[in-house]
Nanobody, 121 residues
Framework: QVQLVESGGGLVQAGGSLRLSCATS????????MGWFRQAPGKEREFVAT????????NYADSVKARFTISRDNAKNTVYLQMNRLKPEDTAVYYC??????????????WGQGTQVTVSS
């Protein structure tokens, strides 16, 4: 049974930091690229970041570039998203996903349930 479980979300003031984690099981973690997406109320799910299977390549949405860092630990079957200098517009439910190294949700096969991130101004 494939499971992706996000954690680390919460309420933070603008300018603050959070680190999201996504613990996975039930599939071969190192065989999949991993991605983070987010969805704010009333908006479509949008790409945040992706990392290749071995972690050698990363790609970010322009809106988070230089503020967010995606990383993975293949020994722990876990992917991370370090979020710095958070802004109110970063408020959303954040999802991790396993799939191809891409920036569209259709390229991902497995999804977590999401974790809420709220940034107050």
């Amino acid at each position: 049974q494939v499971q992706l479980v996000e954690s680390g979300g919460g309420l933070v003031q603008a300018g603050g930091s959070l680190r999201l984690s996504c613990a996975t099981s039930g599939y071969t973690f190192s065989s999949y690229a991993m991605g983070w997406f987010r969805q704010a109320p009333g908006k479509e799910r949008e790409f945040v970041a992706t990392i290749s299977r071995r972690g050698g390549f990363t790609n970010y949405a322009d809106s988070v570039k230089a503020r967010f860092t995606i990383s993975r630990d293949n020994a722990k079957n876990t992917v991370y998203l370090q979020m710095n200098r958070l802004k109110p517009e970063d408020t959303a439910v954040y999802y991790c996903a396993a799939g191809s190294y891409g920036s569209t949700w259709k390229e991902y096969e497995y999804w977590g349930q999401g974790t809420q991130v709220t940034v107050s101004s």
